[in-house]
């Protein structure tokens, strides 16, 4: 069984097949980015009708225990996110009321700085602010995952410090490895690790820049992220965009906030876009990880640690 800690698609029965014909039995999937509280509430209307239309194929994870039993019927287990907090519009009591909606992962920011704290693009990074403390200690309360995988390094950094629970990275990989402001340093993983967090390795291209040209580049980046903060804290998530069209990336990229072209994570001269991943085009291909990762040498137990287990445990933890 296989576990995606983040996805970006704008998924369909046929699109919730291709992950239960691949092997995926759980995935947070993206619920938004720039939307407000009732556009919001509108995408979790959309996901709650999908995964109820097709319950053949997927289930709602509302516990941390829902994981193990809807996996355990051949089913895929939808944890629904968003990657930014647009959705609290600056309102504290919103964690618990879209919590009891069934969000159960909410990424602090997304690629501008917001009233929680600045993302990985902003020149200047203030920190975690007064309301963003209030906001990681209410999720704490919940059971929210707090994701840090577009914030910024001070406003990480305060995060990780300032939660009672692990926190998470569900799509990034270290910067010390490929150089990327979206990336994290190993001074942040290692915090994250030390409190019992995790990081969700992506194949994303440009953020996997000399580790995407094959499953064994991409699993020798893993063993050096290994190296740095222990198997335990290690997972994948993909950051795949299945049935996303140029406007849909536009609307990732730009939101509102923007008229101007926005490249998000291909950013800058001296951050070059990358040749995308043909070894892995979708859920299909997610086999690829485990005999790449034996082959770097992982044993069996890691293997099946880093595909699923530590992902697995991390949610019993933070959800709970």
Request: proline share 3%; net charge negative; aromatic share 8%.
């Amino acid at each position: 069984m296989y576990l995606d800690s983040l996805i970006c698609s704008r998924l369909d029965r046929d699109g919730l097949k291709g992950l239960v014909d691949g092997g995926v039995r759980c995935v947070t999937v993206t619920c938004g980015f720039w939307e407000d509280a009732t556009e919001s509430m509108d995408s979790l209307v959309s996901w709650h009708r999908l995964i109820a239309d097709n319950s053949d194929l997927a289930g709602l994870v509302v516990s941390p225990a829902d994981v193990d039993a809807i996996a355990g019927q051949g089913r895929v287990a939808i944890i629904l996110g968003f990657q930014n907090s647009a959705f609290l519009q600056g309102r504290l009591g919103y964690v618990e009321m879209f919590h009891k909606m069934g969000v159960r992962v909410a990424q602090l920011t997304y690629n501008i700085q917001n009233d929680v704290g600045s993302s990985c693009y902003d020149p200047e990074d203030a920190g975690l602010s007064r309301f963003g403390e209030e906001v990681v200690g209410e999720m704490n309360r919940v059971g929210m995952v707090v994701d840090l995988s577009h914030v910024g390094n001070r406003t990480s950094l305060d995060a990780i410090q300032a939660s009672t629970k692990p926190v998470a990275v569900t799509h990034a990989n270290c910067s010390d490895l490929v150089d990327h402001p979206r990336n994290k340093p190993a001074h942040i993983l290692k915090e994250l690790a030390g409190r019992g967090g995790m990081v969700g390795l992506t194949v994303y291209h440009n953020i996997t820049r000399g580790y995407n040209g094959s499953p064994d580049q991409w699993a020798s980046m893993v063993a050096k992220t290994v190296d740095l903060i222990g198997v335990d804290h290690v997972g994948i998530g993909t950051d795949d965009n299945q049935g996303g069209d140029p406007a849909f990336l536009t609307w990732m990229r730009n939101g509102r906030w923007s008229f101007r072209e926005q490249l998000g994570a291909s950013v800058g001269p001296t951050f070059p876009r990358s040749g995308k991943t043909d070894w892995y085009k979708g859920p299909e291909d997610f086999h690829v990880f485990g005999s790449a990762l034996r082959g770097v040498g992982f044993s069996e137990d890691e293997t099946c640690k880093i595909l699923w287990g530590n992902w697995n445990r991390f949610y019993k933890e933070a959800m709970k």
